[in-house]
């Protein structure tokens, strides 16, 4: 099977895997403190160092949750902000976080309007928190978080990043960025699945969404999942040298849709006008839906997906499209290909083939 559907979950990488196999030997849980209790403790605490190192943050402000939705939703919740704003390209775990969440407006690339962030924040004097991704799971397309957060802070709002399809693929320093909060997923840069983390930028005050004992400094109740957090670890060290590989994704994905684009009439690339993730690519096949195209490739042994891999196997039309103002026949058109550290020139050629396959049978049927 060629997987190229890295934006919804990457492979393992062996060396993570390795560490993985390792802490399930850590009988001892982390909040113990005896020996078994401390070789836990250490492996969590490594991970930490890790994580905070990657995104240029402390090691005390990473708070180690199940995921980047878990990760999302208390930035949102935690903070106490009476009103919530966010791009209306954002992922599902943030805009399905809470029910009165102000929608951003984004141009046709996908790009938040800072133009109307500004607006929005000045029409209320409330305390704010603005939600932005730094790069869309769908387009891979890169939001001005920097900028945006400037705006937040000017009118006193806090500002929550979900980088959790960056990390890996492009540079992400919390500092640079400027966000209060930021979102991270393990199994998004070639960890295991079952741990994220939100990173704080200060040690500012937050309401746990779990409670009872006293874990990640109070912050996130429950024993913690010592051998994904560990596995974390070192793929944060992994992803701390990204420069290579997103090169090399880069040209793979270049030349693949310029391929696609020359030979095929009805192919377009959606976000392609605005800075993009190296191996993210909105692809859309005018006249044959999503879902087809996803089963047709899944039967030539190839894996891509349609929009975000989060409605239980339900392909669904894509609100990040939507948003951009894509025609809604394009929309349905279009799937996503993602690439990642174990995709070779041959994975992408035999995605190429496949898809002039189907492409011709759409071609075929438009013509009879």
């Known amino acids: 099977m060629i997987y190229i559907d890295c934006n919804a979950s990457t492979p393992m990488r062996p060396q993570v895997s390795e560490a993985v196999a390792r802490a399930l030997g850590l009988i001892g849980n982390p909040s113990s403190v005896h020996a078994p209790g401390r070789a836990a403790r250490r492996a969590v605490d490594e991970a930490r160092d890790a994580v905070a190192s990657m995104v240029g943050a402390s090691p005390s402000r990473v708070v180690f949750a199940s995921g980047g939705t878990e990760a999302n939703n208390l930035a949102l919740a935690a903070t106490g902000r009476a009103r ?71 009118r006193g709002a806090l500002l929550h990043c979900d980088a959790a399809q960056a990390v890996g693929r492009i540079a992400v320093d919390a500092r640079t960025l400027g966000a209060d909060l930021l979102t991270l997923s393990a199994h998004k840069m070639g960890g295991p699945k079952g741990a994220g983390a939100l990173v704080l930028a200060n040690d500012m005050e937050l309401a746990p ?46 030349g ?28 859309a096949m005018a006249g044959m839906d999503a879902d087809v195209q996803v089963m047709a490739f899944d039967l030539d042994g190839i894996a891509v997906s349609a929009g975000a891999a989060c409605s239980s196997g339900k392909v669904e039309p894509s609100h990040v499209l939507a948003a951009m103002g894509a025609p809604a026949s394009l929309a349905r058109a279009a799937i996503r290909v993602s ?12 995605f190429t083939a496949s898809w002039f396959k189907l492409h011709a049978r759409v071609r075929a049927r438009v013509a009879a």
């Open 84 to 154: 919530i704003l966010a791009s209306a390209v954002e992922h599902p775990s943030v805009l399905g976080a809470r029910e009165d969440i102000v929608r951003i407006p984004v141009d046709r690339e996908g790009i938040v309007d800072l133009a109307a962030l500004d607006r929005l924040l000045a029409a209320e004097s409330a305390p704010a928190l603005v939600s932005l991704m730094l790069a869309n799971n769908e387009t891979g397309a890169v939001q001005p978080v920097a900028r945006a957060a400037e705006i937040a802070h000017a």
């Open 256 to 283: 693949m849709e310029s391929q696609l684009l020359a030979a095929a009439t009805g192919a377009a690339i959606l976000g392609a006008g605005t800075v993009r993730l190296p191996n993210t690519s909105c692809i």
């Open 339 to 350: 690439l990642g550290w174990h995709n070779t020139a041959a994975d992408v050629a035999a």
């Open 209 to 254: 969404l779990l409670r009872g004992g006293g874990q990640e400094s109070k912050r996130r109740a429950g024993t913690e999942n010592v051998a994904a957090i560990a596995g974390f670890g070192v793929a944060a060290s992994l992803a701390a040298d990204f420069a290579v590989e997103a090169a090399r994704l880069g040209a793979l994905r270049d």
